[in-house]
């Protein structure tokens, strides 16, 4: 499976995200905690919004423990909004165009989790994607099929309805090829102002999400805490796994449900799969 990030807030360099924490996503990579594979080493993306109309992404198949290029990177670029994601691939070929976060216009999206027998639904689901959306595929990955599949349901609309539809077709599909739980997810996504994240399977036993507290409350009580000094009150992250040991800093999102965050403010909500409807008929 795979360990990801989301951060909103003031703008940080990236090495306060990807290297400074106890358990930094560059730790995960090696050593995860709470991950089905104890090592991520397929490959990294970094995906962040600055001032061109469209996000940057920079994608590595080397382990990001391993890359040079990322730690230059990390100890000088900034953002104010960021996805970072390390891979462990559940079968598909290390390539960068199977890095996260993927990328469509402005949109990032990245997936921990799989859809199960995947080469027994892929050509199913590559159908169902809108003729006009689906040259833009560049990689053989579920998850970007994924991310392709709530594109065709709307997620520029409306993220929440458009993941439900995804995940209802694929529940769907994969039963009727005989496979009793076809989906394993934690999915973010993204249009550089809010951040939808979402914690789903469809056998309710799904991988790990936690999402930060409030960083007033806790920069009062660890006020010797330099990092957290340095980021403003909307500051918010959403994780596969805590960054640090600070107690009272994380929540753990609950089983089949949506985080939405917005301008430092997190709603959650419940989560389920809904068909859509042509594929009801």
Known sequence: MCRWLAYSGSPVRLDDLLYRPVNSLVMQSKH??????????????????????????????EPAWHDRNLRELAGHASAGHVFAHIRATTGTAVQQTNCHPFRHGRWLWMHNGVLADFSKVKRDLALAVEPSLYPEIEGSTDSELFFYLALTFGLERDPRAAVAEAVGLIEDTGRRHGID?????????????????????????????????????????????????????NARLVVSEPLGDLKGAWREVPDATCVVVHEGEQELYPFAPELPVAAAV
């Open 181 to 233: 739980y076809p989906i394993q997810m934690t999915v973010a996504t993204t249009d550089g102002d809010t951040t939808w994240a979402f914690r789903y399977s469809s056998e309710g036993n799904s991988r790990s999400l936690f999402h930060s507290n409030d960083i007033a409350t806790l920069r009062a009580q660890y006020p010797d805490n330099p990092l957290l000094h340095e980021l403003s009150d």
């Open 32 to 61: 995860s905690r709470m991950g089905v594979e104890t090592t991520n080493g397929d490959g990294f993306g970094v995906g962040w919004y600055g001032t061109g109309p469209t996000p940057g992404v920079y994608h590595s198949t």
